[in-house]
Structure formats: structure tokens, C-alpha cells
């Protein structure tokens, strides 16, 4: 299953909202989640099963879809959320797990 | 707290072999499956491995399969990537994940250790 994500880069200014998608190139059903990394660290995951927020992760993320058109949402740009964000599923069994290419958030 | 800590990078030739370790601590280890995903220097990431909580199953992605043996040791808390047959596009930061509830998407990663494939 090949992942697509857009836009490659989205400048965002500190306060606005950022809208990220992603898309599959077939049905993932629900089983879709999404990280982000910041500059030379590992990844950190957001969202679960398309919509639930991980442990700890600030309700202004929020991740909607199913199928195979899926977005992320952040209501309101903080300055540690400039990052990448990268959309996964893990529709295949046995395991073919893929990522999406990424979004790079950026300051506008 | 949950801690992942790669480790057994490096550079190494074409064709040798390289074993990279994922120490655990913080939660019970035995409980979770594992997985190894890699970064190739300024790329995306690629799902490499998975190794169910007792070790039983494991699962490749088709770049590494038969080249690649991922095991683990619940006893000392240790996973293990061994990587044989090295190759350039091998090149990349290795992260270990845990499995937040065995279902494919990962809740801890480690920092990473970069091996680097050349020449």
C-alpha cells in the first residue's frame, strides 16, 4: 500500500491552524496513524486508529478519515509543533506496514 | 519511563554484517511486540521488522528479508537487529518502537543508531 501525503511543505504562522493529508492507495480501513518528528529526534506518535489522540498528545491534534483519505489537524500552531508529520498504516497483515513521504510544517 | 536505547552502529563495508541492540526499560518488556523502522539520511521512514512479544513471530519487509534476523531476549530486556549482507541503501538511523497494543503503530521509539554502509 502506497502512502501519499500533502502538501510537502506548509508555512504556517504561530496561532493558525495547519491542515495536513494523507492519502492510501487502497482502503486502510481505520488502521492509520500519525507522527511527528522533530529536528534529530525519533518519532513521536499522535494519533491512533485514524481519530484517537496517543497518551499525553494535546487535544489540539485531531486526525479524522477512514478509507483512504485521512487528515491532520492542528487548531492552533504552537512553536514546538514546526515539525514533520508522518502519516502510517497498518492495514497488511502479515505485516507491510508504510509510511507516508511527510509534511514538513514550517514557520511562515 | 518507558526508555528505548539503540546502540551497534557504525560504518561498515558492502557485503559484511552488522548487529544493532535495542536495550528496554520502564514497562515489561515480555508484554510487547517490537519492531526495528529505519531513516535513510534526510528521507521519509521505512518499516523494517516485527517480532511478536514472546519472539515466536517475526516479519520482514521485503528489502531486508533473508538478509536481516530480528530476535529478542526478554530475559535481559534486549532486541536484536542482525544484519548480514550489507548493503549501500542499508544506510540509515535504525530506531527500535514498541507496539502501543500489538496492532501495528508504534507509541515509544529509541533515539536511533546510524549505520552507515560504504566503502
Known amino acids: 500500500i502506497v502512502m501519499t501525503q500533502s502538501p510537502a511543505i506548509l508555512s504556517v504562522s504561530a496561532g493558525e491552524r495547519a491542515t495536513l493529508s494523507c492519502r492510501a492507495s487502497q482502503s486502510v480501513s481505520s488502521n492509520l496513524a500519525w507522527y511527528q518528528q522533530r529536528l534529530g529526534q525519533g518519532p513521536r506518535l499522535l494519533i491512533y486508529?485514524?481519530?484517537t489522540r496517543a497518551p499525553g498528545i494535546p487535544a489540539r491534534f485531531s486526525g479524522s478519515g477512514s478509507g483512504t483519505e485521512f487528515t491532520l489537524t492542528i487548531s492552533s500552531l504552537q512553536s514546538e509543533d514546526f515539525a514533520v508529520y508522518y502519516c502510517q498504516q497498518y492495514n497488511n497483515w502479515p505485516p507491510r506496514y508504510t509510511f507516508g513521504p511527510g509534511t514538513k510544517v514550517d514557520i511562515k | 519511563q518507558v526508555q528505548l536505547v539503540e546502540s551497534g552502529g557504525g560504518v561498515v563495508q558492502p557485503g559484511r554484517s552488522l548487529r544493532l541492540t535495542c536495550a528496554a526499560s520502564?514497562?515489561?518488556?515480555?508484554?510487547?511486540?517490537m519492531h526495528w523502522v529505519r531513516q535513510a539520511p534526510g528521507k521519509g521512514l521505512e518499516w523494517v521488522a516485527v517480532t511478536s512479544f514472546d519472539g515466536r513471530k517475526t516479519y520482514y519487509a521485503d528489502s531486508v528479508k533473508g538478509r536481516f534476523t530480528l530476535s529478542r531476549d526478554n530475559s535481559g530486556n534486549t532486541l536484536y537487529l542482525q544484519m548480514s549482507s550489507l548493503r549501500a541503501e542499508d544506510t540509515a538511523v535504525y530506531y527500535c518502537?514498541?507496539?502501543?497494543?500489538?496492532?501495528?503503530?508504534?507509541?515509544?521509539w529509541g533515539p536511533g543508531t546510524l549505520v552507515t554502509v560504504s566503502s
Open positions: 486508529g485514524a481519530s
Open positions: 520502564g514497562f515489561t518488556f515480555s508484554s510487547y511486540a
Open positions: 518502537a514498541r507496539d502501543l497494543n500489538d496492532r501495528g503503530y508504534f507509541d515509544y
